[in-house]
């Protein structure tokens, strides 16, 4: 929160990982009218945004929109799926990667939580060895997050699901593709995924508050059998509804509006082009915090975020004092630091409606915090990563 009370000029910086800024193409479309959410209208908004999401997750099967945040899709996945006592194996990669594990807890199943550092992807070979050890197929899920936003890793999904397989064990496979869903590639069919757990207020640019399930036949297999309690985020009414057009409950019409827009733009730079642009920004943002001497929270460069870079800060300088300080001094925000590394890194969050000029704004502000802080660093980060934009947009144009 800004201690600036006078009004800040020009825009604000928000370098968190979600929300992102919200396109005004997106704000206009879901500033209208109220429609009948049973009517003609509706339903034919509502089919066209069920088909377009499908591609967005890269899946033929339905996908579950819920008028919730990304928390209660990772809720939904799990009380359609399990039952009390089921055990499911999670890997601490970080923050949210811990609280998708209490949530597990908490609704009755028992969590094998592999061990992390913070730092690195999940480890296929690690979970392969895990379901290897479990012979009576206890496990019933394996739960990874795609990109972890603590931490700015991302996991090699499909040598997860070659590690499942590997094993020759049965569990569903359960994926976070809050952080990268429409930023970094996702392939849900491809990739054998059984339920994709999206959220709206980040690569698809949205305001929160809503949040999808993408299936599998197998996931919607065992929805019939699960007896864990359900029933806002239960899928059967939802997939009987979804299929003429209409919910089972009142959806958030508005967003409804603004993510057929967000489909839209998505398909208009298509989908290669976006994530592209995300992994440019990202190598961007990485080049320059390498030039200035900080290190990445991420150890392992084939793991790195394409969507939010953490920078840890030298020991005996605390990034939450940082980050308050940037607010007020430039007007950005940045994302906080959580866990065993709570206070010495922030996250600058560089996904959703972002390019080249936006990004350099922002690092300039940072590289300019880092001199008011007093921060030891060098110069030239910034120069470091409008050098990688430019020889890169030479080279596209070429
Ligand atoms: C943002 C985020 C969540 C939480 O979503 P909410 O919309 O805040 O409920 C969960 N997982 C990941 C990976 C996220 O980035």
Aim: with cysteine.
């Amino acid at each position: 929160m800004s201690r600036n009370t006078a009004r800040a000029a020009g825009r604000h910086f928000l370098h968190i990982p979600g929300p992102t800024p919200v396109p005004d193409r997106i704000l206009r479309a879901m500033d209208t009218p109220m429609i009948d959410h049973r009517g003609p209208e509706f339903q034919q908004l509502a089919k066209r945004v069920l088909e377009g999401i499908k591609g967005i997750f890269k899946t033929k099967n339905p996908v579950i929109i819920y008028t919730a945040t990304g928390t209660g899709a990772w809720e939904g996945a799990l009380v359609n799926t399990m039952s009390a006592g089921d055990k499911v194996l999670m890997v601490e990669t970080g923050q949210f990667a811990t609280l998708w594990k209490n949530m597990a807890l908490r609704l009755g199943l028992v969590p094998e939580f592999i061990k992390g550092d913070w730092r690195s992807p999940a480890n296929p070979a690690e979970i392969e060895e895990h379901l290897r050890k479990d012979k009576g197929h206890e496990i019933k899920a394996v739960c990874v997050l795609h990109n972890e936003t603590a931490t700015g890793v991302r996991s090699d999904i499909a040598a997860i699901r070659k590690a499942i397989d590997a094993a020759g064990h049965p569990a569903l496979f359960f994926v976070d593709t809050i952080s990268s869903l429409a930023s970094t590639d996702y392939r849900h069919d491809e990739w054998g995924v059984d339920v994709a757990v999206g959220g709206a207020q980040k690569g698809l640019m949205m305001p929160p508050g809503m949040s999808f399930n993408a299936l599998s036949d197998k996931a919607i297999a065992a929805s019939k059998t699960s007896k864990l309690p359900k029933s806002f985020f239960a899928w059967d009414d939802m997939l009987k509804l979804n299929a003429t057009g209409f919910f089972p409950y009142t959806p958030g019409t508005l967003s409804i509006h603004g993510l057929a827009t967000s489909i839209d733009m998505l398909n208009e730079e298509g989908l290669d082009n976006v994530f592209a642009r995300h992994d440019r920004l990202a190598e961007a943002t990485r080049r320059c915090v390498k030039a200035w001497g900080l290190e990445i929270l991420c150890q392992d460069p084939k793991a790195y975020s394409s969507t939010l870079t953490a920078v840890l800060l030298p020991e005996g300088h605390n990034a939450d004092a940082f980050r308050d300080q940037a607010l007020s001094n430039f007007n950005i925000s940045y994302g906080m630091s959580f866990g065993p590394f709570l206070g010495k890194y922030f996250r600058i969050g560089h996904l959703g409606d972002i390019n080249e000029a936006m990004l350099i704004g922002g690092l300039g502000a940072t590289e300019m915090q880092l001199a008011v802080s007093g921060i030891p660093h060098k110069k030239g980060g910034v120069q470091a990563a409008l050098d990688y934009l430019a020889e890169d947009a030479k080279k596209r144009a070429a």
